[in-house]
Every structure is written in C-alpha cells, then in structure tokens.
C-alpha cells in the first residue's frame, strides 16, 4: 500500500509499504488562488503534483492519486529522523547523499522544486546536476546549487541544467569544454 509521509506543510514522500521511494508529492492548493479561471486557462490548475523518476504528474485531488493504482494510500506523519534521510533525490533530480533534505518548495524560476539542507537556513538549492563557468572559461560539473548562485549565473550565460542524469551532463560538458 503506498504511503505519503509528510515532510513539510506542503510536501510529501511517496513510498510503498516496503519503504521503496515513488517520488515527492506536493501540495499547490495554497498556491492556487480563487480568481484562476479554469476556462481562460485551457484547463483547471493543479492542486497536486507528483514529482517521480519518470517525470511529472498533476492531480485535481489527493482522491486521483488513490485510484491511480487503485490503491488505498496511507497518510502518515514522517519523523524527523526520517525527513533528514529520505531520499538522495528529489523528484527526477538527483542531490548530493551527504545532504540532508527540508522545507521542499516549488521554485517559479526553473519550475522544479528547491529546498533547504537544514531547517534553520534561509538559503535554497536546486537539485541536479549543472554546468558551470569557472574563472579560466572552462567548464565544471556541480552537483545542486543554490538559488542565488543560479540566478547570478545565469544572468552571465554562465551556467547550464539542471540535468537528471550524470550522462546527460557529461555529454554537454564534454561539448563545451570542446569548444
């Protein structure tokens, strides 16, 4: 039976009854705001989104995510011992294994979710992996960025991902670095 323990006020993790990972799910009804017009829209917005390996899902309801399999889900409250070490991924994106994961949000700017290493940090990080610009023009690989570090980056063209995989990213830095 899948599980979904709550990590944050807005966030859970997606396990079956073995502790195998599914991904994170995250709550947007907080972010859905009264005057959106399902019509103008094309369709009505997301109050969930599934974060899995094999992309992104979008949900009306918590009730959708039940029937998707057509299995019961279990909600239950994750400890805190569990939220430090659940997961070295988040979603589709990779993070380093020593980092500890809290306070997962959706990020406008990449449109992937950030989150903090601890609970009393106000610094948020992208998961994945990035190519980034060093001083002498070449290329390095990084693994998770800060939001700052992105915005900062990117306003030169000095950064590129996030990246899912390790292969993705080696393939274009080994292109640019090429150049």
Known sequence: ?????????????????????????????????????????????????????????????IDELKVLDGLKVQIEEAKDDEVQRSSSELGDYPVNSTDTIHDIELQSELGIPTFKKSPRTTIRYYPGWFIVKQADGKFASKLTISTKGYSERAEKNEIHGPYTTYLMMSSELKNLNAK
Do not use: C, H, W
């Open 1 to 61: 039976m899948p599980k979904l323990r709550k990590l944050t006020g807005s966030t859970y993790l997606v396990t079956s009854s073995n502790g195998e990972k599914y991904g994170v799910l995250v709550d947007n009804t907080d972010r859905i705001s009264l005057e959106d017009d399902p019509e103008a829209m094309g369709e009505a917005p997301q109050a969930f989104t599934l974060y899995t390996a094999d992309g992104t899902v979008g949900f009306g309801a």
